[in-house]
């Protein structure tokens, strides 16, 4: 059984107050999640990302298609006490404690009230709120918040728990917490998805991710096999301070530096750079692939899309 | 009621208290004390009447502000706000919802009627120094005023589950305004003929019937309120306030949160 199975689900708002247009959110979106994966969606700003999650989250109604957690149906209570859920930028009922807010959520989904007192201590001492926890929200800052909201998503221990844009607004030492946070939840077993349009964060976490841009998905792998297919660059570098006008012309950036000379180039223009260089008695020292990135391949695919956007 | 309504019904009365809502005590016991010194100088036999109607419409206007005020906020403002998310995405049916804040906001204003009744009998008593048998019919005024509040705080919910804070009021206050004549409304409609009289006898009955939950100026003048009228009162609130709760669950189970 997958984790998550989306078959199909799409999204089109009406805009506009007196005349009504639509607008595609999200196109026909086909994605089985397994078990166990971490799993990471990723499309820059306006992409579909959030528009997704509210769908399976039951927040928003899907214009079309359906989807499956854990078997069940999106507005099955059963399976939503087996999930979590991280809003993007997520605002609490200020007037209550972090306490008491965890405290409000477990009862919610059902946790047992004999349990509920170690649960919420255990939680806010897993993402570091421990002393806060008798602070009303209201007086938390951004990066406090986004911690009470991971807390709430991970306290009544779901199998599925979907973050949205999870690292965002953490500085560098909070987001090194959040992904040994989502490593934890794997090493427990639970599967994540989460979205983001950081894509550092989604390299080093994921078993696999999504692509999406304007509504459309554009790929879905394990990060190496996704960056297997991009066209790589190649470091080349040689002696003398010289560059050969076939180097010069292929576009690359050249660096001199004491004795030597670097340039990067893209992988098709290597035989013809090595030819140049022999050509002119320049003496090679080096030529090195650069591994291509998920940046690279996530910034192809947006350039895919953009010139599908115009011919169309 | 299932944990899940209490819970959020808590909740709702827990924001109300910490947004400082049992404050409005604090003008209510001024106004009421004021009242009593003043009505006890210038004594010509009519204090009662003068504490009773003043106390309870009082009572009434508070509850009525109240209702309103936090009533149209329930839904919309935790739309806005988008703290419904992590309360949606949890095993919560919308309906229950509905229910719990319903109940959160109604617990709140019987906690503050109750207050507000004591406040009541202790001015009663500074200017008459008795109670008196008759003095019954003042908690059945306040039952039916305790009826009224939870049919303007549904009507409050359903306003607020499909259009902004400000019109929200604007209709609850219009339809309390309204539902205040009720019975006059009722005998206008059948006066006139033919599809008019059809559809003005319609909207008479659509409103909230709050004459007939006013018996203030009849318990002032210590005649007393009758069985029928209680049951009747009863039983209307009772399926009034269902009804527009349902339409409020059923409005909100279809919307799209933003
Ligand atoms: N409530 C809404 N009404 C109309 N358009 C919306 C609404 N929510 C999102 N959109 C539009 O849908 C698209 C996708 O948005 P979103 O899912 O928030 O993207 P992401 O989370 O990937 O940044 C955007 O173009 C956005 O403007
Ligand atoms: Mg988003």
């Known amino acids: 059984m997958h984790a998550i199975e989306i078959l199909g689900l799409e999204k089109t708002y009406s805009i506009g107050f007196w005349r009504k247009r639509p607008k595609r959110a999200l196109h026909p979106l086909h994605l089985a999640i397994e078990d166990g994966e971490i799993f990471g969606f990723l499309g820059p700003n306006g992409a579909g990302k959030t528009t997704t999650l509210k769908m399976l989250m039951g927040l928003v109604f899907p214009s079309g298609g359906s989807a499956r957690i854990l078997g069940m149906e999106l507005d099955d209570p059963r399976m939503k006490a087996q999930i979590g859920f991280l809003p993007e930028q997520p605002y609490f009922y200020d007037y209550l404690t972090a306490r008491e807010l965890l405290r409000y959520y477990g009862q919610l989904s059902g946790v047992d009230s004999r349990q509920l007192s170690s649960s919420v201590n255990a939680v806010l001492e897993k993402v570091g709120l421990r002393d806060a926890m008798n602070v009303q929200l209201r007086k938390f800052s951004k990066g406090m918040l986004q911690r009470a909201g991971i807390a709430q998503a991970i306290l009544h221990d779901p199998k599925v728990v979907f973050l949205d844009e999870p690292m965002s607004g953490l500085d560098p030492m909070g987001r090194r917490e959040v992904r040994s946070l989502i490593e934890e939840l794997k090493e427990e077993g639970k599967t994540v998805f989460f979205s983001t349009h950081i894509l550092s964060d989604a390299e080093a976490l994921c078993d696999r991710v999504a692509v999406i841009n304007l509504g459309q998905l554009r790929g879905v792998g394990a990060v190496a096999d996704l960056t297997s297919g991009v066209k790589g660059k190649v470091e080349i570098v040689w002696q003398g301070s010289a560059v050969p006008a076939a180097i010069k012309s292929s576009g690359g950036e050249t660096h001199v530096a004491g004795e030597t000379t670097r340039a990067v180039i893209s992988e098709q223009d290597q035989d013809a750079a090595i030819d140049a260089l022999r050509r002119d008695r320049l003496r090679l020292i080096s030529v090195t692939p650069v591994r291509a990135s998920l940046e690279d391949y996530f910034m192809a695919q947006l350039r895919l899309g953009a010139e599908e956007a115009v011919t169309r | 009621m299932n944990s899940r309504i209490w819970h959020i019904a808590t909740n709702t009365f827990r924001e109300a208290v910490r947004d400082r809502v049992l404050y409005n005590l604090i003008a209510f016991a001024l106004l009421m004390s004021g009242a009593a010194v003043l009505v006890g100088q210038i004594s010509i036999g009519i204090e009662r009447l003068v504490v009773i109607n003043l106390g309870l419409t009082a009572v009434s206007l508070f509850g009525i502000v109240i209702a309103i005020f936090i009533g149209i906020g329930l839904v919309s403002k935790e739309i806005e706000k988008r703290t419904l998310y992590t309360v949606l995405s949890r095993p ?82 219009a339809l309390f305004v309204i539902g205040t004549f009720a019975e006059d409304l009722r005998g206008f409609a059948s006066l006139t003929h033919g599809v008019t009289r059809w559809l003005a006898t319609g909207a008479a009955y659509l409103v909230p019937n709050f004459s007939a939950l006013n018996v203030i100026s009849q318990v002032a003048h210590e005649s007393s309120v009758s069985r029928q009228l209680i049951a009747y009162n009863t039983a209307y609130a009772l399926v009034y306030t269902i009804a527009v709760l349902s339409a409020t669950a059923l409005v909100f189970e279809r919307r799209n949160l933003k």
């Open chain 2, 92 to 173: 919560v049916r919308r309906w229950e919802f509905v229910a719990g804040k319903f109940f959160g906001l109604s617990g709140t204003l019987i906690v503050n009627t109750f207050f507000m009744a004591i406040g009541v009998f202790v001015a009663l008593l500074y200017v008459s120094h008795s109670f008196k048998h008759a003095d019954t019919g003042i908690l059945i005024a306040l039952y039916f005023i305790v009826l009224q509040f939870l049919i303007i705080t549904a009507l409050a919910l359903l306003f607020s589950s499909f259009s902004s804070p400000l019109l929200s009021a604007v209709f609850a206050f």
